[in-house]
């Protein structure tokens, strides 16, 4: 069956370190995957998007990696701040035959940064 | 705000009753997307418009739900007969087709509390 997983637990880390959140997939060819943070009660915010072709894309402090062979994508927050405390998703769009365009989202994971 | 808004932020509602939420997504944007989410899951896909047209329904949506675009612009999603397991966060999405259509941007979301 297909499944995307995150991080399966929370991830606290220090202020001023680098953050490292997993994404694992299985059973998918994804054409691209992105990256989202979910504050509590608000809608997931779009951060980064990366395609099949690319191993990595930076954004000011954030990276993420796409590893197609691996099935994995690496979302990196250098320098982190409590600010950056939330959730984040990774979200897969799978093209197949006629107008697939819903992503698929993992079930995210709670990242805490302690001052 | 420019935005996307949902209305009502909350429902309570009793076993049995019909809801409607209302989306309202960023005017340029032709794409509109509807998600259901809950408690330490990603959204799920329910269905997805392009300008007043449905596209796409997932298997999820069972025949107790109805969206609807009339004119390409705002949105609802009607839920007949709610049952328990229809509490959940509803998110609506807006994209634009050309440059950034990849990137998603998500409404608060409605809170459907069903008891």
């Known amino acids: 069956s297909q499944k995307i997983e995150q991080n399966s637990e929370a991830l606290n880390i220090q202020e001023g370190k680098t953050a490292t959140l997993t994404c694992n997939y299985t059973?998918?060819?994804?054409?691209?995957l992105q990256w989202y943070r979910q504050d509590p009660g608000r809608g997931p915010v779009f951060l980064l998007l990366i395609r099949e072709n690319e191993k990595e894309k930076r954004k000011e402090r954030l990276k993420v990696t796409f590893d197609t062979t691996l099935k994995q994508s690496l979302f990196h927050i250098t320098a982190s701040q409590p600010a950056d405390s939330a959730t984040y998703l990774c979200?897969?769009?799978?093209?197949?035959?006629?107008?697939?365009?819903?992503?698929?989202f993992g079930s995210g994971t709670q990242l805490t940064v302690l001052p | 705000d420019t935005g996307v808004s949902q209305d009502p932020r909350h429902k309570i509602t009793k076993r049995g009753q019909n809801v409607t939420f209302r989306c309202d997504p960023i005017?340029?944007?032709?794409?509109l997307y509807w998600y259901r989410q809950t408690l330490g899951q990603g959204p799920e896909f329910l269905t997805y418009?392009?300008?007043?047209?449905?596209?796409?329904k997932s298997r999820l949506l069972s025949d107790r739900f109805s969206a609807e675009r009339p004119k390409g612009s705002f949105s609802t999603l009607e839920i007949q007969r709610t049952e328990q397991g229809d509490s959940a966060m509803y998110l609506c999405?807006?994209?634009?087709?050309?440059?950034?259509?990849?990137?998603?941007?998500f409404g608060p979301g409605t809170r459907l509390t069903v008891t």
């Open positions: 005017s340029e944007h032709n794409r």
């Open positions: 418009f392009q300008n007043e047209a449905q596209l796409e």
């Open positions: 999405a807006s994209s634009f087709r050309a440059g950034k259509e990849y990137e998603q941007y």
């Open positions: 979200a897969l769009r799978i093209l197949s035959s006629g107008s697939a365009r819903q992503l698929t």
């Open positions: 059973n998918y060819s994804p054409a691209y």
